[in-house]
């Protein structure tokens, strides 16, 4: 009976990493301070000689666990041998220190051999204190591996900093925040749809799950504005009514988010945004559904959807703060920020904050997409002009200001054509910028690039490169959906 | 030689059934926290002590086990599968509000700050309090945005197929050909634009500074595209000026002025009855989540709109009407009197308000409810309500004088003579026959009330009830109200053989007030009271004796006087120091009592 159990060897195990742990801190700790005084004495000093015999001390005890070890810098921790060392009050100024200093010398640290000479070590203390890293980290590495080779350091080695498994780390990062965005995304449509059943079949909506949607919306926009928007660019629904829900309900919290509003009334907002066209189900559905323009009885009939909503949603809940402002902006999202529009009203007035964001996000998305109330599909730049042309008559010019700004000029999933003849779809705004947004280039003149091919460019880094002209994607046969996941 | 301390799984079991018990005994201050914040009024102190002992323990604990969390069922609350909470009855479930909502577990975490318990705890007192509110409370966590409070949901809106969508299935497949490609850049030269209109650094588009797609606008535009990256300081005001004046104002007036706006625009019958009928579940609505003040607002905006109706002969005056008495039906007063029982913190003036504005026909569901209701503040508050809404129909409110309930008897005869209608003598007459003295008490006062010569009849029986007390207090009452016709009564009271084995305190009360209302003509009679001779003297006849020369006192007739003054030289001590206080009381202009 001489084997080890499983539960001995993590027992073991685990005791070498506590173990580790302490020596990687006390190491850390002499190795800063060994650094300092080599800055400041001769090698054959005696306040040197003091110190580099602690430093020695410290390697032993760590070689005497150990054969070889390693010491990083990772993800804001260092690490000896893979065991991450706790920060404590007594070490805090020494992790700083590697922490900040490593990655500008293009490290992330060293591996330790056990047969390194105390010679060796002086010649890597020395050499460490006095190196002046460079701009570029790519350099600084080459300098210290090429500098220790030349001092004939064998046993301690210099690790490449992993800038390269740092920005895949961040791709991962947005890639999964990309992934949120579409699952809040469609969960929304869901929702709206299941909203719209429940509306017309049993005079009612489930409002939690309303909430809890927008509350989801509202995270991923937070995290990454570009990724919602991107998503309120498709267009290629089968049933476009509720997309336009929605894209609404997106493009409005945008709006807030960038007003100032707090989570509480991006919340209530939301709400009112999804739900403002929510008296529609109680339309005849062959309106809904009517393939031809609508004549003059149909229009007036769609004209009652906003009062069709607010009844319905007192008949389905009670009159509080958040059903309250979400009446109003289903009762006057078709109002003018100068009063026209419908329903009319007997006192003459500005629509309500609620209201004059979702009249404005309505419009353009109704405008954009061509698919609500039988619109001409307009471009972006047409809608935007259009819009801008209105100011102060349909839409409150600050708020309009802001929407702007907030989706871009040139919009998050715009098809545009560059100065160098490339093609592209934009996927970021930059409000301090607009006309230079980051874009996917996915083709030029003569064919669309293979998947692995496309390259996202900021403009604004890019001065010889400008947009041309934004175009309509579906004209052209470019499918934009297929970009979507590039990031 | 080293020693190892030896550490069993017995000590082990030991220490983590230790932690349990210490997580067990916060939580236990934690719903005990939250029945605090639901037991006693904001301003009490209770509550915030409760708040302040939890989080030193909370965060007390979270300094040893880093993080805390709770697992939630539908009637238990568990932390590391060991039970922390178990509901005893269903009407007292802190675990349901949470599970309710979807909440799986929650989570508090090193650097909980008071802040965010004290929150917390709000949240679920919050929940626990009432089912009604709109929000619920994942949306209340949500909006927290807690740092050291997580939760998690369960993620039932995703149960919906969703992904049969995604984006791929928005892929439509096309793949432009070369001459849409070639298409795309051709377009440019239709647009006849230069090399110069794309060069943002050109003469013509340093002026303009327009991006190359906007490059054609008109100049109005082109001010908006130029200015939308940046915004000048009075933007950034309107801007914090928009978002803290849609926090001022009043969204839910504006949603029923909305509501009433709608139904302006409803041109016919069906349409008009329709939100009509909305707008009085709005209302009860309201009643329902306490908020009278809204409550008021629907009735209100009905009654404004029911006199420009009348004014114009609408027959939509008369549903308007019917709207409003809906607001009086018993159904709606039970409604009310179940919040007011079970709610706290209610602003009783708004309550108060609610109801003065209820047509009349609330009065007898109103009666109802005085016998139902928990709170002494709701009783006054309906109370005042019913002074004003039974002015015109005391006698409606009178039947409430049949209540088998003592004090709702007692209430409407308080309104009733605070209404002072002398209809209400045909219920004193009821009342004053109740067996509750307290009843009758409250009939003399209001019945004295009344200015009539009812009043004075009612206080003359009064003298003749059973108790001793409510005959002082008629008496009182007739005196104050200087009844005169009630001289005689008195005087019969007093030559009764048996007037001097009355307490000290009703003799006294007698005399005085037969010698108030009596004036010349008790001279004699309270003459005839000091100066009786007796064979055998006794106590009784000397304090007989003693209230009358006090009583002289109120006569203040040159013979009164005389009287006092020979008394105040007699030989009789015991009289003589009463009859010197008493004229030395009335040189004075003293009150005599």
């Known amino acids: 009976m001489f084997s080890k159990s499983l539960e001995d060897i993590q027992e073991e195990k685990k005791e070498l990493e506590v173990t580790l742990e302490k020596l990687g801190r006390e190491l850390v700790n002499v190795l800063f301070a060994t650094l300092k005084v080599a800055a400041m004495y001769e090698p054959n000093n005696n306040r040197y000689l003091e110190q580099s015999s602690l430093l020695r001390g410290a390697l032993k005890k760590i070689f005497d666990e150990e054969s070889d070890f390693t010491l990083l810098s990772k993800g804001g921790y260092i690490y000896i041998s893979e065991v991450r060392l706790k920060s404590s009050r007594d070490s805090d100024d020494a992790m700083t220190y590697f922490l900040e200093r490593w990655p500008k010398m293009g490290i992330c640290g060293f591996s330790f051999a056990q047969s390194l000479d105390p010679r060796e070590l002086d010649k890597f203390i020395f050499f460490l204190s006095a190196f002046e890293p460079g701009e570029d980290c790519e350099e600084n590495y080459h300098a210290v591996a090429n500098r220790l080779n030349e001092l004939k350091v064998e046993k301690i080695v210099a690790i490449k900093y992993f800038q390269e498994k740092e920005e895949s780390n961040e791709k991962d990062e947005t890639k999964k925040i990309r992934a949120k965005a579409r699952k809040t995304f469609f969960s929304a449509l869901a929702v709206v749809q299941s909203n719209a059943n429940q ?48 894209n609404v309900c997106v493009l409005s919290l945008v709006l807030g988010y960038h007003l100032g509003m707090d989570r509480k009334h991006l919340s209530q907002l939301g709400v009112g945004a999804l739900l403002h066209d929510i008296g529609k189900t109680k339309l005849p559905i062959d309106l809904i559904n009517k393939p031809d323009t609508f004549d003059e009885n149909d229009w007036a009939l769609m004209r009652k959807h906003p009062v069709f909503g607010v009844k319905f949603i007192y008949r389905t809940r009670s009159l509080e703060e958040t059903t309250a402002r979400a009446s109003t902006a289903i009762f006057e999202h078709h109002i003018a920020h100068d009063s026209t529009g419908y329903p009319q009203l007997l006192d003459k007035r500005t629509p309500t904050l609620y209201a004059r964001i979702v009249s404005i996000a309505d419009s353009y998305n109704a405008m954009t997409s061509g698919r609500v109330y039988h619109l001409k599909k307009g471009l972006p730049d047409e809608v935007i002009t259009k819009m801008a042309n209105r100011i102060g008559k349909a839409y409150d010019p600050l708020l309009l200001k802001i929407f702007v700004n907030a989706i871009g000029i040139y919009p998050v999933g715009t098809v545009v054509t560059m100065s160098n003849n490339e093609i592209g779809i934009v996927s970021r705004g930059n409000p301090s910028a607009p006309e230079s947004p980051e874009v996917k280039v996915i083709g030029d003149e003569n064919g669309l690039y293979k998947r692995e091919d496309v390259k996202i460019i900021d403009l604004s880094k890019e001065p010889g490169i400008s947009i041309t002209r934004m175009v309509d994607g579906d004209k052209f046969n470019i499918d934009t959906a297929k970009y979507f996941d590039i990031s | 030689m080293e020693k190892f301390i030896e550490i069993t799984d017995e000590d082990i079991a030991e220490v983590s059934k230790a932690s349990v018990k210490n997580v067990a005994d916060v939580f236990t201050l934690f719903i005990k926290t939250v029945k605090a914040m639901l037991v006693y009024p904001a301003s009490s102190k209770l509550p915030h002590q409760f708040k302040e002992s939890l989080f030193s323990s909370l965060t007390n604990l979270l300094e040893e086990l880093d993080e805390l969390t709770f697992k939630v069922e539908s009637d238990s609350i568990s932390y590391n599968e060991n039970s922390v909470y178990q509901a005893k009855a269903k009407t007292e479930n802190f675990a349901h509000p949470f599970f309710r909502d979807g909440i799986l577990e929650f989570k508090f975490k090193r650097g909980l700050t008071v802040e965010e318990l004290n929150q917390f705890v709000d949240i679920a007192s919050q929940m626990t309090r009432s089912a009604l509110v ?25 149960d919906i197929e969703t ?27 239709d647009m006849n634009l230069t090399e110069e209109d794309f060069d943002l650094n050109s003469e013509k588009n340093r002026s303009r500074r327009l991006p190359s ?40 007036k504006y949603a029923i002025d909305t509501l009433f706006e709608i139904l302006n625009m409803e041109t016919d019958n069906a349409g008009y009855v329709e939100t009509l009928d909305l707008i009085a579940k709005v209302g009860t609505d309201f009643i329902k989540l306490g908020d009278y003040r809204s409550a008021v607002a629907i009735i209100g905006r009905a009654k404004e709109l029911g006199q420009v109706l009348s004014k114009l002969d609408s027959p939509k005056h008369e549903k308007i009407q019917i709207f409003i008495g809906r607001f009086a039906a018993s159904e709606k007063i ?22 003065k504005m209820l047509p009349w026909q609330a009065v007898d569901p109103l009666v109802w409810a005085l016998g139902e209701l928990d709170h002494y503040p709701a009783r006054r508050a309906i109370c005042q309500a019913l002074e004003t809404l039974a002015v015109e129909h005391p006698d409606v409110l009178g039947k409430g004088t049949e209540s088998p309930r003592w004090y709702v008897v007692r209430n409407v005869v308080s309104i009733l003579g605070k209404i002072g209608d002398r209809r209400a003598f045909a219920y004193f007459k009821r009342s004053i026959q109740h067996p509750d003295i307290r009843v009758r008490k409250e009939t003399v006062m209001s019945a004295a009330r009344i200015i009539s010569d009812e009043a004075g009849e009612f206080l003359i029986t009064a003298l003749q009830d059973q108790d001793e007390k409510i005959q002082m207090m008629a008496l009182r009452e007739i005196v104050e109200r200087k009844i005169f016709v009630a001289f005689g009564h008195i005087g019969r009271v007093i030559a009764n053989k048996e ?3 009355r307490s000290a305190d009703q003799i006294r009360e007698l005399l005085a007030g037969f010698a108030v209302l009596g004036g010349a003509e008790a001279f004699e009679p309270l003459q005839k009271i000091i100066m009786r001779w007796s064979l055998m003297p006794s106590e009784k006849y000397d304090r007989l004796r003693i209230h009358a020369v006090r009583a002289l006192g109120y006569i203040r007739t040159p013979e009164a006087m005389k009287l006092l003054e020979k008394i105040a030289c007699s030989r009789n001590k015991k009289l003589v120091d009463i009859a010197r206080r008493t004229l030395n009381k009335v040189k004075r202009g003293e009150d005599l009592v």
């Open chain 2, 134 to 158: 709109d929000d619920d409370a994942a949306t209340l966590l949500w909006e927290s945005g807690f740092e050291h409070i997580s939760y998690e949901l369960m993620d039932d809106f995703l």
């Open chain 2, 334 to 355: 039970k409604i009310l009197v179940d919040h007011l029982n079970k709610a706290k913190d209610v602003n009783y003036a708004e309550v108060t308000a609610f109801l």
């Open chain 1, 199 to 246: 509306a017309r079949t049993q005079d009612s909506i489930n409002i939690a799950k309303t909430k809890r949607v927008v509350q989801g919306l509202i995270d991923v926009l937070v995290q990454d504005e570009a990724a919602m928007l991107e998503l309120t660019s498709l267009k290629n629904f089968d049933d476009y009514t509720y997309v336009h829900s929605v």
């Open chain 2, 163 to 189: 992904f049969e969508y995604g984006t791929d299935k928005l892929k439509t497949g096309q793949t432009p050909s070369e001459t849409d490609l070639k298409g795309l850049f051709v377009n440019n030269i």
């Open chain 2, 213 to 252: 797609a906007y490059l054609n606008v008109e100049d109005d535009v082109s001010r908006f595209i130029t200015n939308i990256a940046n915004y000048d300081e009075s933007e950034k005001a309107a801007m914090a000026e928009m978002l803290a004046a849609d926090v001022r104002f009043d969204h839910i």
């Open chain 2, 499 to 501: 007037f001097k084995n």
